[in-house]
């Protein structure tokens, strides 16, 4: 039997786990085993993330979008992004936590890369940080300081804008080749862990395979060391536009909607709140307060 058929859907209780590291992400690219990653901006949704047992949470700047309500990324700052890693960073038991540096947060300079990387471990409670595009000396500097970085390939949405939209990279031999140099610069320069985005599944898969570290994937085929999908597209609460990549899991849009319906229906009908909702009096205080013709009136309503 396969080590993936011993695989079980429920995950050990949180407090029987251990926590993930850079270690057994390492090791689960050696035995085959694909990491899972979900994106989680808030307290509630990294404790149910970290309690589902995935394996990375990422404080997406994608926040911009699903959270925050904007067509793009580019207006998220760091202080919106710590804000949202301390949130998760409060829920989150034993996930590895990584910040997603925006845009402008390292471009400029690596001295400003270094100070925003610090940030995200000093203030936002994460174990590393992820960077779009091939910014090898941006990379290097900040793993000399002693943070963990993924780099992000292939669709970079923070350059949506220079790639002519939400395009899929890498189509042709030439493309491919080009991602695949950046990548092994990138894995020479000391990333830790490379993210493919809106890839076809053969151009990924050859550059999972050539480089040493853990490749993932969003929409970038089955051939890579796991998956990320951005938690809003997953359970049905993001409304702009659906990839074809994503599958989702559930419609919690259309529950909420309902259970909004629902509410707004009882309180107007008076079918909410009822007696399993309301505080009771002190029954001789109550008495008490019968004896008094002031308040007799609205007590015996
Ligand atoms: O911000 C994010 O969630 C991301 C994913 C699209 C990979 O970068």
């Not at 780099?151 to 031999?173: C, D, E, F, I, N």
């Amino acid at each position: 039997m396969s080590s993936k058929q011993n695989l079980k859907r429920e995950p050990k209780p949180i407090e029987e786990r251990i926590a993930t590291s850079i270690v057994t992400l390492r090791n689960k690219k050696k035995k085959g085993i694909s990491a899972v990653i979900v994106t989680a901006y808030t307290y509630p949704e990294a404790l149910l993330a970290d309690q589902a047992g995935v394996d990375i949470i990422l404080v997406g700047d994608s926040l911009g979008m699903t959270t925050q309500g904007y067509k793009s990324t580019i207006a998220v700052t760091m202080d919106d992004m710590i804000s949202h890693c301390r949130g998760v960073w409060r829920a989150n038991q034993k996930s590895f936590q990584i910040g997603d540096m925006p845009f402008m947060s390292y471009q400029e300079s690596s001295k400003l890369a270094i100070r925003n990387a610090g940030r995200f471990l000093k203030e936002g409670g994460c174990d590393a940080v992820k960077i779009e595009g091939a910014m090898i000396d941006r990379v290097k500097a900040i793993v000399d300081s002693g943070i963990i970085v993924m780099s992000h390939l292939g669709l970079t949405p923070q350059s949506r804008a220079a790639l002519g939209g939400y395009r899929v990279q890498g189509k042709s031999m030439d493309a491919t080749e080009k991602i695949l140099n950046d990548a092994l610069k990138l894995q020479d320069a000391g990333c830790s862990f490379l993210l493919l985005e809106a890839m076809p599944k053969e151009s990924a898969a050859i550059i999972a395979n050539e480089l040493s570290i853990p490749v993932y994937g969003v929409g970038a085929g089955d051939q890579v060391d796991g998956q990320l999908v951005i938690l809003h597209d997953l359970i049905g609460m993001f409304f702009d536009f659906k990839s074809k990549f994503v599958k989702r899991y559930c419609d919690a849009g259309e529950m909420i909607l309902e259970a909004l319906k629902d509410y707004a229906y009882e309180v107007r009908t008076g079918k909410f709140p009822t007696k399993e909702n309301f505080y009771e009096m002190n029954e001789d205080e109550l008495e008490v307060m019968l004896q008094d013709p002031k308040w007799k009136y609205i007590l015996e309503k």
